[in-house]
Every structure is written in structure tokens, then in C-alpha cells.
């Protein structure tokens, strides 16, 4: 047991083989083929040798060590079934594709830093030439700034690093405007059901809201959290419908304020005549749910697409380009207010 058999044909050569033969350890093998500038070159030398020489991943790694390029994008991206991420990500693909670049995504189930370490170090030893974080980072660390140093980064949910450049909708107007259409309507104040704490974007639009309230004088509601679900915005929605003083609400996303309007539904409060209610992200959904839902548009495909074309800019020469502007939100008026 455990013998290969005669038929099995020969053992792929592993990066143990490349070490072995170069006369270097397998993390010099990595790092090597991953491009990393403390490399010498005569080490990359040889382990290009012994690539060659065992066919070892030869079509990516020998192709890469020989032309200096990947021609391969990291992504970094939060694992969830949220319409937002994957539509980004779509725009991304779809964007570096046209390029000729491959896309390869490190997915992380966590916002912790450390997770975010592991991706972003995983993307740097594939030797990708240019990395787009697209998690709403609050927190960053001495790794992760060093890593987007080290690799050209954009940033795609406001997040901020030293070294990375930020492609993103201006979370904190679009919750002004959000917030401002409703008072435009005549309503006294405006409640708001946030996203999650942990997310940047969910503090930058609860401060957009608060900051249109103060602006006008209106008494600022204790906001109430969501978790970005249709649950979560139904349990808040259930809430809001026993405050009779309730007019208005702006809920941070469009899944949650489906939510809000089913529950107030129940509860015997219509929309818009009793309360209105005004989401965000404009998903494709929005514009069929009962009433058809007010919300801010966010484009989410022409996010991730902008990040590649200002990232290829970068790499292409990365002292001429200033930091881009945020992308302007779309107030898109419907039934629900």
C-alpha cells in the first residue's frame, strides 16, 4: 500500500523537485517565481534551470520568470452571496479580460487583518502584478501596508492603505442625498437602519445620514443595525412599524429596506403614504419589489471595471496619476416615497 504502480506513469515534478535541483529551498522556489526583488538573480537563475528542466508548471512559472510578467490581477474579495460583491467582481473579470489579464481572487471569510495578510501574501507569492482589495477595510496593519507597497493596489470600498490608490462611490454623499430627498418631501427627520459596524461602508453612510440631519436642523434618531439580510431589515422594519412617529427611513441597502417595506406591510403601515422608504445599491430587484423601491445607484459593475483600467494605468507608469476621484452616487426616484 502506497507503492505507485508501474502504470501510474511518472510523478509531476512539485516545487520540491525545482528546490531540490536548484540547489535552494522550496520558499526560494516560491519567492523566485513569485518575483520578489530580494531574489538574487543568479538564484532566479537557477531555479529557471530547474523549471525547465523538470517541466515544472512550465507554461505559467517558466513563461513568468523568462518575460517578468504574470499578466495576472489579484483580487481579494469577502466571501458572500451578496448581489454587490459578485457584481463587482464581474466587472472586474470582464475588464481585465479585455486586457488580456488573468484575474486571480483570494477570497476571505473574515475582515479580521490577518485574514486579509493571508490573501494578500498568497496573491503576492502567484507573482500577480497588481492587486484590487475589495473588502470594506476599517483596520489596517505593518503587513498589510507593506504588501500594498510591495504590489500596486487599488482599493474598492473606500478602504485606505498608505500605498494603495481608492476606486469608490462616495459612501457618505450618497447617504446625504439618500437623506436629503426624504426631508425634501416634507418629512421632520428621517430614521436609518445601518449595515454592520465592522463595515466601512456602513459607518461612512450612517455619518452621511446624521451629518444631512444636523445640517437641517432635524433631531438625528438612534440608528438601528442591520446585517445587510432582508431578515435583518424585517426585524427592524417590525421596530420602526410600532413608532407611530415614523415617516421616513432610509435603510442602508436595498435587500434590507425588503425587509423593512414587507414588515411594515404587515404591520398595517403603507409605503409610501404612512412611511417612506429609500434603500441603496440600486439592484436589479429594486425596481420589482411592491411598492418598486427609491434608492441610491452604485454601480457596481463600472466600480470594479474603473479599478482595473486605473490599476493598468499604474503599472503601466506609476508617477503620473493622481488619486481618482469618487465616483458620483445616482439618486433613482420610485414609487416608495
Not at 38 to 64: C, F, I, P, S
Not at 131 to 145: D, F, G, K, M, N
Not at 171 to 181: D, K, S, V
Amino acid at each position: 500500500m502506497g507503492r505507485r504502480k508501474a502504470d501510474d506513469g511518472p510523478r509531476r515534478a512539485g516545487m520540491a523537485d525545482v528546490a531540490r535541483v536548484a540547489g535552494v529551498s522550496a520558499q526560494t522556489v516560491s519567492r523566485a517565481l513569485a518575483g520578489h526583488p530580494n531574489v538574487q538573480e543568479k538564484t532566479r537563475a537557477k531555479v529557471l534551470a530547474a523549471v525547465e528542466q523538470l517541466g515544472y508548471r512550465r507554461n505559467n512559472a517558466a513563461r513568468m520568470l523568462s518575460s517578468g510578467r504574470s499578466r495576472t490581477l489579484g483580487v481579494v474579495t469577502l466571501q458572500t452571496n451578496f448581489y454587490s460583491r459578485a457584481a463587482v467582481i464581474t466587472g472586474i473579470e470582464n475588464a481585465a479580460h479585455e486586457a488580456g489579464f488573468a484575474v486571480s481572487t483570494a477570497t476571505t471569510t473574515s475582515l479580521d487583518t490577518s485574514a486579509i495578510e493571508h490573501a494578500l501574501s498568497r496573491l503576492a507569492e502567484q507573482g500577480v502584478e497588481g492587486i484590487i482589495l475589495s473588502v470594506p477595510l476599517i483596520r489596517t496593519s505593518p503587513r498589510i501596508e507593506q504588501l500594498t507597497r510591495a504590489t500596486p493596489t487599488i482599493t474598492t470600498d473606500g478602504s485606505r492603505t498608505d500605498a494603495a490608490a481608492v476606486v469608490a462611490l462616495d459612501q457618505a454623499q450618497a447617504a446625504r442625498m439618500a437623506t436629503e430627498h426624504l426631508l425634501e418631501l416634507g418629512h421632520e427627520t428621517v430614521w436609518h437602519i445601518a449595515g454592520p459596524a465592522a463595515w466601512l461602508e456602513a459607518g461612512l453612510r450612517r455619518d452621511g445620514w446624521r451629518s444631512a440631519l444636523e445640517a437641517a436642523g432635524s433631531s438625528v434618531p438612534p440608528p438601528l443595525e442591520g446585517d445587510w439580510t432582508p431578515a435583518s431589515g424585517y426585524r427592524n422594519g417590525l421596530v420602526l412599524a410600532r413608532i407611530p412617529d415614523v415617516t421616513a427611513v432610509f435603510v442602508a441597502s436595498d435587500e434590507m429596506a425588503f425587509g423593512v417595506i414587507r414588515a411594515l406591510h404587515e404591520a398595517g403601515r403603507r409605503v409610501p403614504e404612512d412611511v417612506s422608504v429609500i434603500g441603496f445599491d440600486d439592484i436589479e430587484l429594486a425596481e420589482y419589489c411592491s411598492p418598486s423601491l427609491t434608492t441610491i445607484a452604485q454601480p457596481f459593475e463600472l466600480i470594479g471595471a474603473q479599478a482595473v483600467a486605473r490599476l493598468l494605468r499604474g503599472l503601466a507608469d506609476p508617477d503620473s496619476l493622481p488619486q481618482p476621484r469618487p465616483i458620483e452616487p445616482r439618486l433613482v426616484v420610485r414609487a416608495s416615497t
